[in-house]
């Protein structure tokens, strides 16, 4: 799934896509952010996607970080702002688990408000 710059930063995009999407590719030009803290915060918006979706990330950025990123978060390479240069990686192809990862999630939810609401109905 390609997402472009900014895109990274919505979780909608990707939870959106194709269930089968199994690597996220994201191009950026973070140039625009000067010396600000904006690389570091979009970088760090990466590694949340590569987490939550399960699957490789590959970044490339100009003056930004450019990097390859696990699907447990874990930076494997990576490239620091304004550093010119190339990273090779051979990048395994993870079967997507999108719709176990929504039933998970739906599945704590209710928990949760299944002892909220026991809890709420037991200080009366």
């Known amino acids: ?3 472009i ?5 919505f979780t909608n995009l990707i939870q959106q896509s194709n269930k089968n999407t199994n690597l ?4 950026s030009e973070d140039g625009w952010f000067g010396n600000s803290i904006g690389p570091d915060q979009h970088f760090a918006k990466s590694v949340f996607r590569a987490i939550e979706n399960n699957t ?4 490339s950025a100009n ?6 990123i696990d699907n447990k978060g874990t930076i494997l390479k990576k490239m620091n702002r304004n550093e010119a240069g190339n990273i090779e990686f051979i990048v395994p192809i993870i079967e ?3 719709v176990k990862n929504d039933l ?21």
């Open 96 to 98: 997507s688990n999108k």
């Open 5 to 9: 710059c900014y895109e990274i930063i």
């Open 63 to 68: 003056k930004g970080f450019s990097a390859i």
């Open 56 to 59: 490789f990330l590959l970044r």
């Open 104 to 124: 998970i999630f739906f599945i704590l939810l209710i928990t949760y408000l299944f002892i909220f609401l026991i809890n709420k109905k037991n200080e009366k």
């Open 24 to 27: 996220i590719v994201n191009i």
């Open 1 to 3: 799934m390609p997402l």
